[in-house]
């Protein structure tokens, strides 16, 4: 079975324009992850680990450079042509877990789909939550959770549009050790139960340890590429 | 659609008290505007309800003389019932020394066909043929301190007051205020001789006709037949067409009063919208990210702008129906008759339509910035959108201009008052902003390192980021600017009027004076010691032809543009030698006698009425002065200064030419004290009965009471533009209130007191209302100076004592509002603030 590139990244350049001229925050990265594949994106403050993972899941345009999602140069769509992208085949889960504060945990997982104008996936949502071990606190708003259960709950929305890559953003940055432990085994393991490539950004060289790539910048290039 | 209602309904879950509050400032812009409107088709309804009460009769014939037998007979001829009324203005007298100009009529007959009358007690006009009783209006009874029993002298006759009129077909409230109505029996009223001293009466025949019978056709009938008698006609239908027309200017004026309450509050509502989108970037971001379109993410907040504006508009409705009682009370004595209540739905729908759209159509400012919202957010908490210029913000600036165009355009039917109503707004907003960034840049650069650590810090609150300083400047400017000028405009406009009589000049006159009466009265007033300052003679006609054609056949071509009523009315004319002070000729020469061969008698008319009749110098006009025809030609035209307290006229004849027609005088007097006034009024009044005195004093005082009654009825919805401006502060602050809570648990952290925390807030808002009332006190002054000078053409006064008051009056209410507003923020520990606010 030929497996298929899922993210094909090349000569990615992001410069940013200041007062001071013109800032390269990620200068000429290129790799290919292939769909069901696990990666970690490595590096020290401010190697360009979060502007790379923004310009890969088409959160942001490249200076130079192309971006290849599930087959479509995202590069060249605008705003909302990516945000259908991100909509169909991308799911997010963010350091600070970006829930909508005025919604439940079940109506945070169901928007993908509501936004999409799909409706009775409501068992779907219920079965996420549960599988997440929210099953009883469908109703609570995020501020009624604990940093573990947020997270949690950002995992099943993540999950919830079935997406063919899950973008992770320092997913247990917040987390204390215990619960982020926990949080990491529910990323795995859900990414393997759905077949879902997975991208992590980190710091946590552990956590990138369980993935079989890590990719590691500095000063916005790539300086290793290793399967583990 | 399903999902941007829903997620518009679920986002306001955590602010929807808040998001209220903010429709707030909406609620009372819609309910001026319900409420004026709604209260305008109740009186629109009414007119049509009680049109022919408005007059008492289908029609109505009256003209200066007695009617003669072949004129009743014509009129008798046109079917249906007649009644004769005579009315006459002359002195009441009443106790030692009081005394009141009345308007003295008598009826013959059924009228009032038509309409309601009050009298207290009821029916006391049937004990008026008993002899000598009068039924008084109740300004009479008031300015007389008299009762019911009480006694008034009208001639030499004595009356006695059997009743009150409280409504009578035709009356009206402000002829009310000058002369009241005394009415008494026809036969009594000849008694008192009054009538036969030539004094200025007016003698009607009212007509009940037929059901079949139209009123318009007999009245064209009647014209044709009795052109000669150029009497005046009304039909009740006429009088329902003019009074509303009369209804529809003042409720089109109002309701931009309203207006102005709505679009200050739309204001508001933006600025809470564009503080709320704020606080709402990481769900946009987050939705972006999740998927969302620009535009799904723009329709959310734009359904939830429109849910604000319909929240605002359905409470602006109740408050609204509640206003259209509150209204007629305010304008009691102002309006024609009492006024029912109806819900009137197009009002209702118009108020909510202006609410609705005008709060959305400023809310898409704030919200074109959500189209720009990046999904970057959710990655870093200080990413900065793009800033470029968009191109559609001046697409809703443009049709925010044309909103208020519209609105206006349609309110006035004028596209040019429209225009001027949207510049005058335009030009007030942009001084408004302008004073705002000013004192942001002042506060910026002010060197208040001297100041003490709390005035430097409020100081600082005026220009920091997130800073409410645009908005603060807006509301409480615009209203105190609303409110300044109505207050000024008419203290400008009644210090003109009490200057009138001041110095020298006269401030009592007479009217009515016949030939062999002018002697006498100028005995009486020497021995008052008053003596007469200026007479001057009266010659009553009437114009017979201009410019080769007669004024019947000008009144009756439709085709030209000339107003019938100049062509139709007596002109009240004067002879002279030389021009008088209040007059001045800017085309011509005034000629003071004819001149020799000349083949028309050369005269002067006033520049406004040669506008209307639109005649030039040299053009042809003859006269028909009480049957002998008088050829004239335009020889000057003179601008009049008609607010002088003297007898001014269209027409000034050269001496000579009018010599041996029938003539009446008018003379001024200038009587020192009121006492003097008194005693002289009370001495005409009782030696020449006939003879009309109008003293300028009371003038004055009923003028002020008229002023004082619409100005308090405009300042009432004007002051709807303040409250309004209070509610948009209160809003203002509590949008501002987590930042200051943050602030003032970090300054409380590190030891400040809760004293140093209220006096950092009191600095602010002094310097903010006291900017913004001085910003708007000074536009109020440059509008006052405007009007007085361009519309109403007096001298404007620069009332330094209420502008200061003004001043001091809004920055006191900013402070206390500010401070309510913000109240809790300094008194609770910071811990527990933190928890509960952040």
Known sequence: MIVQPILNVQRLTKTYPTAAGPLTVLHEVSFTLLAGGTCAIVGPSGSGKTTLLGLCAGLDRPSSGSVELAGREIGSLDEDGRARVRNECVGFVFQ???????????????VPLELRGETGQAEEARGLLERVGLGERLDHYPVKLSGGEQQRVALARAFINRPRILFCDEPTGNLDGDTAHAMVDLIFGLNRERGTTLVLVTHDLELAGRTSRIIRLRSGAVISDETT | MNFILKMA????????????????SIVLGVAALIGISSLGDSLRAAVDAQAKGLLGADLSASGRQKF????????RAAGGEMALGVATTTMATFGDTGHRLVQLTAVEGGFPFYGDVETVP????????????????????????????????????????VGVLKKYPGQSPFAAMFAPRVQVSMPALQATNLLNRGSLSTHTAYLKLPLAIDAKAVERKLREDLRSERLNFATAEERKEQLGDALKNVFAFTSLVGFLALFLGAVGVASAMHVFIRQRLATVAILRCLGASARTGFAIYLTQGLGLGLAGSSLGVGLGLALQFALPLLLRNLLPYQIEFVISWPAILKGVAAGVGVSALFTLLPLLEVRRISPLHVLRSGYEDEDRPDPWRWAVYAA?????????????????????????MGVSFAVLTGAARGLIWLARRAPTGRLPYTWRQGVANVHRPNNRTLLLMMSLGLGTFMLLTLLLVRSSLLAQLRGMGAGERPNLMFFDVQADQ???????????????VKISPIITMRLSSLKGRTAEELVADKTNSLPGWALRREYRSTYRAALDTAEKVIAGKFEGAVPAGAARVPVSIEESLAKDLQLKLGDELDFNVQGVPVAAVIGSIRQVEWRRMQTNFFFVFPMGPLDGAPVTFAAAAKAPTPADTARLQRAVARELPNVSTIDLGFVLGML??????????VSFLASFTVITGLVVLVSAVLMGRHQRVREAVLLRTLGAQRGQLRQIMFAEYTVLGLLAAATGGGLAVAANFLLARFLFKVPALPPLPLLAGAVAAVTALTIITGWLANRGVSGHPPLAILREET
């Open chain 2, 518 to 532: 002018l002697e006498p009265l100028k005995t009486i007033a020497l021995r008052e010691g008053v003596p007469l």
């Open chain 2, 400 to 424: 925010i201009g044309a909103a208020v165009f519209g609105f206006a355009a349609l309110q006035t039917s004028s596209w040019k008052l429209g225009l001027a109503f949207s510049a005058a």
């Open chain 2, 68 to 75: 003669s037998e072949t004129t009743l007979t014509r009129l």
């Open chain 2, 704 to 713: 002020d009471g008229i002023f004082t009654k619409i100005a308090w009825a």
């Open chain 2, 122 to 161: 009821a029916g006391a006009l049937t004990r008026l043929p008993e002899g000598n009783n009068a039924v008084v209006e109740e300004a009479l009874l008031t300015s007389a301190g008299l009762a019911i029993g009480g006694e008034i002298k009208l001639g030499p006759t004595r009356f006695t007051v």
């Open chain 1, 96 to 110: 600070n877990f970006q829930l909508i504060p005025t919604l439940t945990a079940f109506e945070n997982v169901l």
């Open chain 2, 9 to 24: 309904w679920r986002d306001t879950r955590a602010s929807r008290r808040r998001l209220l509050l903010y429709s707030l």
